[in-house]
């Protein structure tokens, strides 16, 4: 499954990259992208854990850049 997701307050485009990284290493995910230029994420990883997936992906925004939020 792939999804696009928007980000707000994403500050820096080094701040994604990290994201990006670090996302993409989860357990599940097939490939991720984040865009600090159009503040959006997208993620696509295995339909039957999609949500279980997600959660992690909100903490690792979180740690990366405490303001940013997904919005889900």
Do not use: H, W, Y
């Amino acid at each position: 499954m792939k999804k696009k997701f928007k980000l707000i307050d994403l500050d820096c485009a080094n701040c994604a990259a990290k994201m990006e990284e670090s996302i993409k290493r989860i357990d599940g995910v097939e490939d991720a992208t984040v865009s600090f230029m159009t503040q959006k994420m997208t993620i696509t990883a295995a339909d039957d854990i999609f949500d279980d997936i997600m959660k992690k992906v909100v903490d690792v925004c979180r740690r990366v850049e405490p303001d940013c939020k997904v919005v889900l």
